[in-house]
Structures are given as C-alpha cells and as structure tokens.
C-alpha cells in the first residue's frame, strides 16, 4: 500500500528523499500543467517548478494538514514562485522584425465554443471554472476570494466540467467525415432523418 501524502510529508521533513522523489511524482506534472498556462515558457516552468519542490523540502516540517492538503500546499508554493517569475521578467520591447513578422491569431472557433460552454453554467460553478482555469487560482486560493469551503469548491468544479463535458459532447458540430449523406442505396438521394 501507498503511503498518503500527509505520510510523505512527514518522512520529507525527517530527511527522507526517497518521500520527496514519490511526491514529485504524484504533483509534478500537474504543477508543470499550472506552469504551461501562467508562464508558457518551457524554461521558466521548470524552473519555477523545481522551486517550488526545493522549498516544500525545505519547508516540510511547517506543514499543517489541519490547514491544507498536501496538493494544494504544493499548488500554493509553485503558484506563489511563478507569480514571482511573472513579477521578475523584464519589460521587453520588440525588436523591428519582430513587429512584422505575422502572428497567429486565437482560433476564434475554440473561444467561442469553450465560452459557451463555460456559459451554460449556473453560479458559482462559472465563477469558481473562470477564477481557477482562466485565471490560475489554486482551490485554496478560491476559498480565500470566495469564502466557499475547500471541499464544495471540489465539488462544484467537478459538476461544473462534467456539465461543461456534455455539453460540448452533445452541442459541437460533429467531425466532416460524419457528414457524409448516404448516397449508395437510394440511386444518389440523401437519406433524411
């Protein structure tokens, strides 16, 4: 059996590397999923995610699994330190090809697709979708701005992306090949539903 993560918090901040290496492994591709979206550069992200695990081992016997669970301690740290990477980047100009070189726009079909989607949602599930996926609030910073509990927070995103789910299930245009009329049986003539 798998020791829980508040197991491995306690063995981190006894020295144990082996517990830090098995929590990398649990978080680390969801904070560098967290990265990718505030920071999008590659370099940056795992810097910021490193960080963020040289300072949870640094920081490990201060945890308090009475304030938080040991993902959203970690999400706290790494959301924390790329803040931080965001605040340190030097205002850069342009340099002259740059400014003509072309760039691509949003794919205006995606945004209007995945914005209705967030629409269909009642309150405050598309509060709490906007804040956490367009903003990068972690849950615990979600109750902070809110005051919801941590634990209806969970719940609500989950309602909130499967209801989000379906919609786009049962509402996007289906793929080309499936529009396809059925001309072999009836000599050329498109089969009506």
């Known amino acids: 059996m798998e020791d829980t993560d508040e197991v491995l918090m306690g063995r981190m901040a006894g020295g144990d590397e082996a517990a830090l290496s098995t929590l990398y492994g649990r978080y680390a591709p969801y904070l560098y999923g967290l990265g990718r979206r505030m ?10 995610v490193q960080d963020a695990f ?7 016997a201060r945890f308090d699994p009475g304030r938080a669970s040991v993902k959203t301690w970690l999400v706290t740290i790494a959301h924390n330190r790329m803040l931080q990477a965001l605040r340190d980047r030097p205002e850069t100009g342009l340099d002259l090809e740059e ?3 072309p760039t691509s726009a949003p794919d205006r079909i995606e945004q ?15 509060t709490l979708v906007v804040l956490a996926f367009y903003q ?6 979600l109750n902070e701005r809110t005051g919801i509990p941590l634990g209806s927070i969970k719940t609500y995103l989950r ?7 379906v919609h786009l299930e049962t509402s996007v245009a ?9 001309t072999s049986s009836k ?3 498109h089969d009506a539903e």
Not at 112 to 126: H, N, S, T, Y
Not at 159 to 165: N, S, V
Not at 174 to 182: E, G, H, I, K, S
């Open 136 to 141: 990068g609030f972690s849950h615990s910073e």
């Open 39 to 48: 920071l999008r550069q590659q370099d940056d992200v795992e810097t910021c």
């Open 159 to 165: 309602r909130a992306l499967a209801q989000m789910r």
């Open 187 to 189: 000599g050329g003539q």
């Open 54 to 60: 040289f300072n949870a081992w640094k920081a490990a």
């Open 112 to 126: 209007v697709i995945a914005q209705r989607a967030v629409d269909i949602l009642g309150e405050p599930e598309k």
């Open 174 to 182: 289906p793929a080309p090949d499936t529009l396809r009329t059925n």
């Open 99 to 101: 400014w003509d070189a």
